[in-house]
């Protein structure tokens, strides 16, 4: 070792003993270099730093979050970046918070210093739900186990390998909906309840289908339906316990007991559905067992010697990926109401493309332009995510001239960037048409900072194939099959409300009537 040590630095020690004239010349530049290097540190040092962005003053202790009303965080942020600009921070307790709403203050924190703002500062109810921060969405980007994951879940799970392998399992769950809101014709529907439960499944299916089958797979997928809806109102409270950590022991509203209830039940439901598994494995394989990603997951915790080896624990983290959000089904439906000359478009470009009497299928999707484009105007205007999820400074960094120390609260405030009337026309207004002068302009990608409704950098989100692909088959589905009309007496609300996810505040109910030319096309 100290051989090894030494001989790196030979040149070093040896050079004295060169008789060609060359060191003097070279321990001169040595010195010149050290001279430079020491004067530079010290010019540095006593650079004053760049001050902390403006923002709002506060109450001592609590800063400004008495004046945050939480129920609609964006909009509270939109407000507050008007009066102090593109940048600001506010103090929530004694935690630093900066929010930054235009597209090149966004630049320099995915781009420029992505690597810095990748952390992320876990919620407690995360914390909890995530088996210690075990999934992807929560875990440090520093450790190893992150860029594991995450590799696992875009590389090996969601190739385009496996979801191609999957589309039967989709298709199946897609036709179930229809099937169902056919039996249902003329009641109304709640189709945000609609779209979750629909989403849950056809995850679900993808995740464990190989595992279970008729009445056992119905009963988990029931339950796990009734806690993931249990888990949602409670991540979408803010909890005080992350605000002031000194008094998170008192667990003052009861999140954490209530989280770790709901824990409780998934891992007593994913321990269930994981022992089935195993003990079905050794069973002929069919070719739903083939694609079930829980497989794939329990081969790399066997085998312990892979690289990409998962403890159980981050095997159940991952399977929490099933928490997507499924809002902008409900989004594009109501805009499609409230403008029903865009709906007949829709309408108009699903009959052409797929014909009068054929069911739609994955391969008509991509031809499906309009539809596209309305899918890009409802997560302009209604991103699942407003704020995407926030980061957290690594180290004390420079943005826009303010400085950004080590440790704040970062968020990236997408609403305001999305509706900013110096980047849309009109930006309050609902047209699809805006995506389609140039089309591929603005991908899900987040290269373009203007809009990025899946995040951007190394914290983007890896479902972006997977989603789009289900909310278009699922939204398509249901406006080619069905007319769809407002209960008599209802009003469409478009109003929003922010939690875990920015949902509507009052749920879209609809009644629906068939379109299709025969009662075989609601089949399965
Ligand atoms: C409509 C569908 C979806 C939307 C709008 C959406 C949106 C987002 C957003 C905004 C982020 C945060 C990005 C950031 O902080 O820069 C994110 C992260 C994430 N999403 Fe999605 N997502 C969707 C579907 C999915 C699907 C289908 C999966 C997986 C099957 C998924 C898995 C994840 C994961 C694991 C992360 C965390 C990434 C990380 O922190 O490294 N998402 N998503």
Sequence with gaps: ????????????????????????????????????SLLYSFWKARKPMAPLPPGPRGLPILGYLPFLGFDNLHLVFTEL????????????????????????LVKEVVRDHDIAFSEREPPIAAQIITFGSNDIAFDSY??????????????????????????????????KMVEDVYENVGKPIDIGELAFCTLLNLIGKMVWGGALRGEKGTAVEGRFKEISSQMVVLMGKPNISDIFPAIAWFDMQGIKRGIKKIRQSFNELLES??????????EKETSEQKFDFLQLLLDLHKNQDSPSSLTMNQVKGILMVQQIPSTTTEW??????????????????LTDV???????????????????????ETFRLH??????????????LTVGGYTIPKGSKVFLNMW???????????????RPERFLDEPGKFDFLGNDFRYMPFGSGRRRCPGITLGEKMLSFILASLLRSFEWKLPQGEQLDLSSKFGFVMKKKKPLRLIPIPRLSHHVLYKK
Aim: proline share 7%; net charge neutral.
């Design 1 to 36: 070792m100290l051989q090894t040590a030494c001989s790196s630095f030979s040149w070093l020690l040896n050079v004295g003993n060169q008789k060609d004239g060359l060191f003097p010349a070279s321990f001169s530049f040595l010195v010149a270099i050290l001279g430079i």
């Design 81 to 104: 970046g008007g009066v102090y600009g593109p940048i600001y921070k506010l103090w929530l307790g004694n935690k630093l918070t900066v929010v930054i709403s235009s597209p090149s």
């Design 142 to 175: 520093s450790s190893p186990s992150w860029r594991n994951k995450r590799k696992v879940l875009a590389t090996d799970m969601l190739s385009n390998a496996n979801l191609n392998a999957c589309y039967d399992l989709r298709r199946e769950q897609v036709m």
């Design 273 to 282: 559905v994981i022992e089935l598994r195993m003990n079905t494995v050794t």
């Design 332 to 349: 594009a439906m109501a805009e499609l109401m409230q403008h029903p000359e865009i709906m007949e478009k829709v309408k108009k470009e």
């Design 354 to 376: 797929v014909g009068v009497n054929d069911i739609i299928e994955e391969f008509h999707l991509p031809n499906l332009s309009y539809l596209n484009a309305v899918i890009k």
């Design 383 to 396: 991103p699942p995510l407003p704020l995407l999820i926030p980061r957290c400074s690594a180290q004390s």
């Design 416 to 430: 305001f960037i999305h509706t900013d009337p110096n980047i849309w026309d009109n930006p309050s207004e609902f």
